[in-house]
Each structure stands twice: as C-alpha cells, then as structure tokens.
C-alpha cells in the first residue's frame, strides 16, 4: 500500500500537468475498480479544467472547475502515466505497469501549455477506486479523518486530547486515522524509532496527569513529522534511481531505520541494538529493544 509520502510524490508529479488542464474526453474501460465508477462520472469530469492536484491523507484529490472533487485512492498498484510521454519528475510511487489491458480510466486532457495529454490510470490488482462529491462531508472517505501531519493541526497536544486514558498499544494508537490521517503501517514504525519509543506501551502514557503531552509525545509528533517530510524529499529527489534499481517498487525502502529490517543494527547513533519484529493485530511492528522504551 502507498502511504501518504507515496501519494505526496505522485501529486507532485501530476500537479504541473493537470492543473489548469482541460479534461475533454473520459474513457472507462469497465464498470469498475475495487467499486463501480460513481454513476454520472465521466460525464461529470468531461468538459471541466482540473484547477488543482489536492491530497488529504492517502488520497489524490483533484478540483474541479465546476465546483466537485474527484478523488482518487491507488490501492495496492494504481498509477498514472502520460501516453508518449515522460514526466519530468518522478510521478509514481510504483511503476506502472505497461500492459494495456489494466489501463481502466483514460482522460484526454488539454493543457495551456503542454497541450494534448492522454492521462492513464492502471491498475492491475484494481484495490484503486475513485469518488466524487461536491461537499467533503459527502465523501465517506474523508468523513472523520484527523488532522494532515504535517499541517499545524497535527501536534503533541491534539494527541494528548486522543491518547489519554486509552489502553491501546502506541502502534494502535498512531494507526487510527481520527488521531492523524495518512499514516500507516511502515511510516508509524519509523516514526516511534525516531521518537524512540517502544510501539507496545499503551498510549496513554505518554500523557501526563494534567492532561499535557509529555517531552516523549512531543519528540513522536515530531517524528511523525521528520519520516514523512524526509520520505517526500527522498520521492522527489532518489525514485529514479530507486526504480532503475528495481524496476517494480518505488518504495523508499533504502530509507527506511527499523521497517522490514529484522536483525539487522539498530541505526541510532551509539546503539548496539538489533531491529525486533513483533506482530501487532496482525501486522509486523519494527522497532529497537535497546533505544526504544
Ligand atoms: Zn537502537
């Protein structure tokens, strides 16, 4: 699953080539994708100028002239590409796969300045969907999503507000999305290695008496934070090399401290530690026995 640097990397992408694009021209190739396309889609979308490339938490989010949003969700292997047409910047977070018979939605664009652009989205394991609305509080996606992390409505002290009283283990905790939106399994293990602490204490003791957050969830919302920026400056600037390397995934995997690395050192300064994999509701928690408590 991409997360939300994934995403934030395949916006950047797109953004200088659809905002301000005309959309003349929807193609769907079958009714569906993980859900059926919205009734009235296509007809929706043709004859509108996409005004921005948005995103809020996983989601591509693209306004439209005519006032409605298409969103669109990548799934597992959803990617955009242009048609006889390479990006300038890296784009995808995977790489698209060139078969045809997954390219499910084809928009014709016009664009001030490059002009005619076939916009592809394929998807070969269809996990991807898309949406439309007018109102955010229309879309059942976006309906409850806490604060983006890297806006200033992400802080210590809206997770105090969160975490106090709650039993939860600190992985549980950072994974509901009313807490922060857009972050998941792989970003949350680096972000308590970074904050170093252990993702099996309970949430709420990273909360002092009073209600206020204590230094350690203070040091966490800024781990959230430094993962994902450094994780977006690392889609921006090494994907490319990251994809000649291996031509399926652009994860930022050369990036990652504890994620996926059982036994191997414990990459905090001065740290002996050796990288412990637990299960956790079912899911591989990453984390540093020694650095993080
Ligand atoms: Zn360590």
């Known amino acids: 699953m991409p997360e ?11 953004a200088p080539y659809v905002e301000g694009a005309r959309i003349e021209r929807v193609i769907l190739n079958r009714p569906d994708l993980r859900f059926p396309f919205p009734a009235g889609f296509a007809e929706a979308l043709m004859g509108t100028t996409i005004t921005l490339a948005d995103r809020r938490a996983k989601y591509l989010l693209f306004r439209l002239s ?3 949003t298409w969103l669109s969700h990548l799934g597992m292997t959803g990617s955009y590409r242009f048609e006889d047409f390479k990006f300038k910047e890296p784009s995808r977070y995977y790489e698209p796969d060139e078969d045809r018979k997954h390219d499910h939605l084809v928009l014709e664009l016009d664009h001030p ?26 879309s059942a996606y976006l309906k409850g999503l806490g604060p983006e992390p890297l806006s200033n409505a992400f802080n210590a002290v809206e997770m105090a507000e969160r975490f106090k ?30 904050a170093h602490i252990r993702p099996d204490v309970a949430a709420a003791r990273l909360v002092l008496r009073s209600g206020a957050p204590s230094r350690r969830l203070e040091d966490l919302a800024d781990g959230v934070r430094t993962v994902l920026t450094e994780a977006i400056e690392a889609g921006g600037s090494t994907l490319r090399d990251f994809r000649a390397a291996d031509g399926t995934s652009g994860y ?15 990459p905090t300064p001065l740290c002996r530690g050796t990288i412990k994999r637990i299960v956790q509701s079912g899911r591989s ?9």
């Not at 939300?4 to 797109?14: A, C, H, S």
């Not at 930022?252 to 414990?266: I, K, L, N, S, T």
């Open 113 to 138: 300045e490059h002009g005619k652009l076939r916009l592809i989205y394929n998807d070969a394991r269809r996990f991807g969907f898309v949406d439309l609305f007018t109102e955010e509080s229309e």
């Open 66 to 68: 005519s006032g409605a």
């Open 252 to 266: 930022f995997q050369h990036r990652f401290a504890v994620y996926d690395r059982e036994g191997e050192p414990c």
């Open 4 to 14: 939300l640097p994934e995403v934030e990397t395949v916006r950047r992408g797109l």
């Open 285 to 293: 928690s990453f984390f540093c026995p020694t650095c993080q408590h």
């Open 165 to 194: 009283g709650k039993k939860a283990p600190m992985k549980a905790a950072l994974l509901d999305q009313r807490v922060v939106a857009g972050l998941g399994n792989i970003y949350v293990s680096e972000a308590l290695h970074r």
